[in-house]
């Protein structure tokens, strides 16, 4: 088993920035052999693929975040970093993890990943 928990989350103002983290416990070894990503889910709105990183460190991004969000991983741990922020960037952000396979593909369903973090809030004001 896999344990993720979010955090980093909080309130910016448009054009700002914000780090989340995603920290990993249980199956260590399992989590660095899988492919792991970031999903979000605004209010009303099912949950939207955010970015992907493979074990190998390859890396997927929707287009509406590339080029602001970039995401990283080192050991029992990976990070979002989101600049350049945007009201429509507001939502519950969850970190995933699928222990089924090193290497990511770029649009993932949300059916991919078998472990998942409780969420944290981003609210970016204009």
């Known amino acids: 088993q896999v344990q993720l928990v979010e955090s980093g989350g909080g309130s910016v103002q448009a054009g700002g920035s914000l780090t989340l983290s995603c920290a990993v416990s249980?199956?260590?070894?399992?989590?660095?052999?899988?492919?792991v990503g970031w999903f979000r889910q605004a209010p009303g709105q099912g949950r939207e693929w955010v970015a992907s990183?493979?074990?190998?460190?390859t890396t997927y991004y929707a287009n509406s975040v590339r080029g602001r969000f970039f995401v990283s991983r080192d050991n029992a741990k990976h990070t979002l970093e989101m600049n350049s922020l945007r009201p429509g960037d507001t939502a519950m952000y969850y970190c995933?993890?699928?222990?089924?396979?090193?290497?990511?593909?770029?649009?993932?369903?949300?059916?991919?990943?078998?472990?998942w973090g409780q969420g944290t809030q981003v609210t970016v004001s204009a």
């Open positions: 995933a993890a699928d222990r089924r396979r090193p290497y990511c593909t770029a649009f993932p369903e949300v059916t991919v990943f078998q472990y």
């Open positions: 249980g199956d260590i070894s399992g989590y660095m052999s899988s492919c």
């Open positions: 990183i493979s074990v190998g460190e």
